[in-house]
């Protein structure tokens, strides 16, 4: 079943939310939001974003949204020369750039394996390159048979490769979350606490492509945290997913 974006007017006004730089809400085909994906400057704390978007949905367009189908990803704008207009559209060089974790792969299709990187071993510092590596994506491989895809990822850390996969409908607007779980089942061993997504989505940002996850991480004694990653696509739906998987756990993963 195809992604529906039956709202284009409610997207269009939740657009015009102080902070909020791309918005997607999916809806049904009784045009009935099911999920609502932002991306926000943070300067407003993302529970003030949520209520925002509620509170214009019902009063403007008598929406009653649930708060668990809005997902906020903030991203900092690190331009600070102050010479671009207020409300303008970010461009690439204004997104943060993800983890660098590997050449791009090249795009996967059904059935279809990425070849490994002639060097999978590349330099990720200078002298405490062995202490300071990070994971990278070996292979994507993304599987349709009947109603059902799998997607199975391949890392490799350390000299080792991790692999894991996920399943689930073969609706293409589901690959992206089964791309970032397949990713995760993928780090598993090297977290050490429970993970899962929150949301997984690709935004026309500025006009370019950006693949955008949100983490829910579980840390023993601590209340669960919220974690977000992006990368800008570079040919591959599933490349971009899993690199912002990558980029949201960076820091827990070089420790």
């Known amino acids: 079943m195809p992604t529906l974006r039956l709202l284009p007017e409610l997207e269009e006004a939740i657009r015009q939310i102080p902070g909020v730089r791309a918005v997607s809400v ?5 045009a009935e939001p099911t999920e609502v994906h932002i991306l926000a400057s943070p300067g ?4 003030k974003v949520v209520r925002d978007v509620q509170s214009l949905a019902l009063a403007r367009y008598d929406i009653d949204l649930d ?3 809005v997902s906020v990803v903030q991203i900092e704008d690190e331009t600070s020369n102050g ?3 207020p409300g303008a559209e970010p461009a690439l060089a204004d997104l943060p750039p993800s983890e660098p974790v590997a050449p791009p792969p090249a795009a996967v299709e059904d059935d279809e394996v990425l070849d490994e990187p002639d060097d999978l071993e590349a330099d990720v510092g200078d002298d405490d390159a062995a202490e300071d590596a990070r994971p990278s994506i070996a292979a994507i491989t993304v599987r349709t048979s009947g109603a059902e895809t799998e997607a199975e990822v391949t890392l490799v850390f350390a000299d080792e ?3 894991g996969s996920a399943l689930g409908a073969a609706a293409s607007h589901h690959r992206p979350r089964l ?16 993970v899962e997504v929150d949301s997984a989505a690709v935004l026309t940002v500025g006009g370019n492509d950006v693949a955008l996850v949100v983490l829910t991480v579980s840390v023993p004694r601590i209340a669960a945290q919220s974690v977000s ?4 696509l570079r040919g591959d739906e599933a490349d971009a997913v899993a690199r912002a998987v990558l980029d949201a756990l960076n820091r827990r993963l070089s420790g």
């Open 44 to 47: 407003k704390a993302a529970k």
């Open 83 to 85: 010479d671009a207009p």
């Open 161 to 163: 490769e991790f692999t």
């Open 229 to 232: 990653g992006s990368a800008v």
């Open 179 to 194: 791309v970032a779980q397949a990713t995760l089942a993928a780090l598993d061993p090297l977290l050490g606490v429970p």
């Open 67 to 69: 708060h668990r189908i």
């Open 26 to 30: 999916v809806t049904s085909a009784q």
